[in-house]
């Protein structure tokens, strides 16, 4: 109610002193969570227990870890052990996801592509394209341990190179794994039959090579400089062949695991020797490898690619085991 001259209650006042107040901090708590790019996330089981990675910001960081994930994925290890990279997570089967893909296709490649289009005019420095959960049978490690195998990663070594693979033992892609003009069909997951229709369609002009060799599995770290050597148009290119061809998503992801060194300026086989790879990659130049491919204690094909449940402190045969004194049994 007014009265004469326009003033107000003391009531009146009041009401609208707390109005006020609880705009405020409306607007404060809008701040707070959303204005940052970065907000709570919740499941079924409450709030995520760490911040959700949205993609590289403004402010271009020095280093960033791609990370292709699915909803069920546990990425929290990521923000513990590695606090000092950003991170750029993936989730492939949520398109309400802060990142995610136009179709989940080709495995990991859809991700790393669409990380590499949405973001070519500010790439960080130094980036991994890396798979989400900890413990990998591909992982590079005794363990099979993903934390270790990142700690250990040499970054001064990427910058040199431009491309480098996080795997080092021979065991699966090494020293040749396909024959693109003469492989025939198989009954497993292998790309070979259709490796040489694939590269000419992903690479028009280039002639097919008689090998191609790198370790497995589509982790790999790669600098701005060398993505930039490429046009933007090149892994638009890549992502259109990824979407279009008929092949289904595993051999199409395969097809594009055994093709990222070359689309990173390596030659068709890219096989370091272990001991090579161990020392500049991951600085452990001490250990004594028996092969080209091996380096003791380092890697053991498992026999399963899934871990036993448990895993590491309990070993395939339901053992107790120490990752953190002697390998695995």
């Not at 790019?37 to 499941?43: M, V």
């Not at 061809?245 to 086989?269: C, N, Q």
Request: glycine share 8%; with cysteine; charged share 20%.
């Amino acid at each position: 109610m007014l009265f004469c001259g326009g003033v107000q209650s003391p009531r009146r006042r009041n009401k609208q002193t707390a109005i006020f107040v609880t705009i405020v901090i409306i607007y404060a708590l809008y701040f707070l969570f959303f204005a940052n790019g970065t907000r709570p996330r919740f499941e079924r089981n409450g709030p995520v227990s760490r911040p959700v990675a949205s993609s590289v910001p403004a402010s271009r960081p020095e280093r960033d870890m791609v990370v292709a994930s699915m909803k069920r994925d546990n990425v929290a290890w990521l923000f513990q052990h590695f606090p000092d990279w950003h991170k750029s997570i993936y989730v492939v089967d949520d398109q309400q996801a802060d990142l995610t893909v136009a179709q989940n296709k080709g495995r990991e490649s859809m991700v790393y592509l669409t990380y590499i289009i949405d973001n070519y005019d500010r790439l960080p420095e130094s980036m991994l394209f890396i798979h989400s959960q900890r413990y990998q049978w591909h992982n590079d490690d005794p363990y099979y341990d993903g934390v270790p195998m990142l700690r250990h990663f040499q970054l001064p070594y990427l910058q040199q190179q431009g491309y480098v693979n996080l795997r080092c033992a021979w065991v699966l892609g090494c020293p040749v794994e396909i024959h693109p003009r003469t492989d025939t069909h198989r009954n497993d997951v292998h790309a070979g039959e259709y490796f040489s229709t694939g590269f000419k369609e992903l690479f028009p002009g280039v002639e097919v090579p008689e090998e191609v060799g790198v370790s497995c599995c589509a982790q790999f770290g790669v600098t701005r400089t060398k993505v930039l050597e490429r046009p933007k148009s090149d892994y638009e290119q890549f992502r259109k062949w990824l979407v279009e061809t008929p092949l289904a998503d595993d051999l199409s992801g395969r097809i594009m695991e055994y093709s990222w060194h070359m689309i990173f300026g390596k030659g068709p086989v890219y096989c370091p020797t272990a001991g090579e790879c161990y020392c500049k990659v991951f600085g452990l130049c001490d250990l004594t490898c028996p092969s080209e491919g091996e380096c003791a204690g380092r890697y053991v094909l498992p026999p399963f690619s899934t871990l036993p449940q448990g895993w590491p402190y309990k070993g395939w045969n339901g053992q107790a085991q120490d990752p953190s004194s002697g390998l695995p049994e």
